[in-house]
């Protein structure tokens, strides 16, 4: 196989504590990896600001402008990891053959590319990096995280155990992708429907090494039930399984009762009227809430929204330009 032009996208968000760290790490691995004659010479980064509030996008502009390597796109505003993942996706596409998408952070290793890259020469589509180790997550989010995953395989997910958003995609499984036409996205549970040739690199996961996480809980909670609504019905059948369970115990006890009233023993009932009323109305208002989740999520559906709006293209930029100059040279 030729070598291929590979892009990193890197998604970040108030991220300017981090940006020179990963900057520099990057630039050492793609320097590595052309000499190495892995990658093609004109294989670049490419971050994707998402709206942050900080100086992010002034530091990807002065990187780019001091490092061609370097590029950036800059979103109209914060749309979430997983839209500005896409975002990059889509624009990478247009130049590369490979894309790897990695945090901003530096919490996944870099070197686990190399890994990567041998699956690519060994013809997968995809290879998705998978955490070996979780020691430097806190208890809390380890457990969490388990049984999150263990909930999701259950629900008939089709997802990679402990694998984040650090993957490499081919140029065609990134096309593939684009073809999900979903605003609700989790992107970690739509790539394995793609199919196509894949693979893991398990890697070690490191601490981010400044700033901090742009996940908090309410965010992570909700993006995990992003993840179950958005992939799986299975929470809907187990409440029409629900309902009908209690209704027929609902039936056991009138039959009960009427048993009892027959043989003339009066019912001191106060408490069981009173429970099953606050117990049906309970799982009255569950049923609502989650059928409404998916309601919700059909209206925004049939919206049919654009996931992401690009406000600047820095390459793009420096094309327009170039067009301009030699326009007027003729
Ligand atoms: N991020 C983003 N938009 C957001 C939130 C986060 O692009 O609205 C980026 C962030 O800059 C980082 C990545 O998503 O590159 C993952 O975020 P973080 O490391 O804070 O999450 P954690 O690792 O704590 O789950
Ligand atoms: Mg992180």
């Known amino acids: ?19 020179p760290l990963t900057a520099r790490a990057l630039i050492e691995k793609m320097d590595k990896l052309i000499s190495e004659g892995r990658i093609a010479p004109d294989s670049k980064v490419l971050f994707v600001d998402d709206g942050s509030k900080d100086r992010t996008w002034e530091l990807i502009e002065r990187l780019h402008r001091s490092v061609p390597m370097f590029t950036g796109i800059k979103l109209s505003r914060n749309r979430g990891h997983q839209n500005a993942l896409l975002a990059g ?6 130049h590369a053959d490979i894309i790897v998408s990695m945090d901003a952070d530096l919490q996944d290793d870099i070197d686990a590319v190399d890994g990567f890259l041998d699956k690519r020469a060994e013809g997968c589509d995809i ?5 070996s180790s979780r020691e430097k997550d806190t208890r809390f989010k380890r457990w969490t995280a388990r049984t999150y995953y263990k909930m999701l395989a259950r629900l008939g997910v089709d997802i990679i155990y402990d694998h984040a958003d650090y993957r ?3 140029r065609r499984a990134v096309e593939a992708l684009e073809q999900f036409d979903e605003v609700n ?4 549970g739509m790539v394995p429907m793609l199919g196509f040739k894949s693979d893991t690199v398990s890697y070690v996961r490191n601490e981010r090494a400044a700033g901090e996480s742009k996940y908090p809980l309410k965010k992570m909670l909700s993006f995990a039930v992003e993840g179950i609504t958005s992939l799986s019905v299975k929470p809907i059948r187990l409440i029409t399984s629900l309902g009908l369970i209690v209704f027929l115990i609902s039936l056991a006890m009138l039959i009960y009762f009427f048993v009892l009233w027959c043989i003339g ?25 989650v059928i409404g989740e998916y309601i919700g999520k059909i209206y925004l559906e049939t919206k049919h929204r654009p996931k992401f709006l690009v406000d600047v293209d820095l390459d793009e930029e420096d094309r327009r330009k170039e067009e301009k100059v030699n326009n007027q040279k003729h």
């Open 1 to 19: 196989m030729e070598t291929e032009t590979l892009y990193f996208v890197i998604p970040c968000y108030n991220e300017e504590e981090m940006l």
């Open 127 to 131: 290879v998705y990096g998978v955490r």
């Open 265 to 289: 023993k009066t019912v001191q009932g106060w408490t069981t009227t009173v429970v099953s009323v606050w117990a049906l109305g309970g799982l009255q208002l569950l049923a609502i809430g």
């Open 185 to 188: 996205l989790f992107l970690r």
């Open 89 to 94: 996706l889509m624009t990478a596409k247009e």
């Open 168 to 170: 490499l995609m081919s």
